[in-house]
């Protein structure tokens, strides 16, 4: 487990590199936290990070929306759906399959129907508006293995970590 207190939005785009820099193809990002917390803002430093041009804005009304960068972009937000049946509907296998990357808002709702193999990120509210303690918990050897390095490149841009 890594945390990191952002207190910028910058610091929270900063982290999204480093955790873009470690993206390999067909993984899966759980973004956990409050409404406002920075999971949408999360994802548009990762996409700036994978060259993705065009504004990321939140899919919370269109469940999902993607990006073309280096990797493909597959961002979604969650929050709508109520019934786990429902995942169904965003058809989650075809989403993992080719040269992308999934972001998955509130994913720790649906938990039970996503692959065990992930890394999720959590944001909580720091005391100052702008603060922001961000949580990154790997799940599974992938993203185990790969944990050191993202250490590595955090701490290089001097945001703290345990
Ligand atoms: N350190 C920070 N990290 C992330 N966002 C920050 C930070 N400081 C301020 N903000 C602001 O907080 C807001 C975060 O909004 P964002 O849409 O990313 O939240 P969200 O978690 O996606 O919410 P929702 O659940 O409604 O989709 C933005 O307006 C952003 O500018
Ligand atoms: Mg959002």
Redesign the pocket.
């Known amino acids: 487990m890594i945390e990191i207190t952002?207190?910028?939005?910058?610091?929270?785009h900063q982290t999204a590199e480093s955790v873009a820099e470690i993206t390999k193809s067909g993984d899966l990002i759980l973004?956990v936290?409050?409404?406002?917390?920075?999971?949408?803002?999360?994802?548009?430093g990762f996409g700036v990070s994978l060259g993705v041009k065009e504004a990321i804005t939140?899919p919370?009304f269109t469940l999902a929306r993607t990006y073309q960068g280096t990797l493909e972009i597959h961002h979604l937000?969650v929050?709508r759906i109520d019934q786990i049946e429902e995942v169904r509907d965003l058809a989650l296998p075809e989403l993992f399959e080719g040269n992308s990357v999934t972001l998955i808002?509130?994913g720790d709702q649906i938990l039970s129907a996503l692959p065990k193999d992930h890394l999720e990120i959590s944001?909580e509210y720091?005391e100052a508006?702008?603060?922001?303690l961000i949580t990154i918990t790997a799940n599974g050897s992938s993203w185990n293995s790969r944990m050191p390095d993202l250490i590595q490149k955090l701490e290089i841009k001097g945001l703290s970590k345990c």
Do not use: P
């Open positions: 952002a207190s910028s939005l910058s610091d929270t973004l936290g409050d409404l406002g917390a920075g999971k949408t803002a999360f994802t548009q939140s919370t937000d929050y808002e509130w944001f720091g508006d702008s603060a922001r």
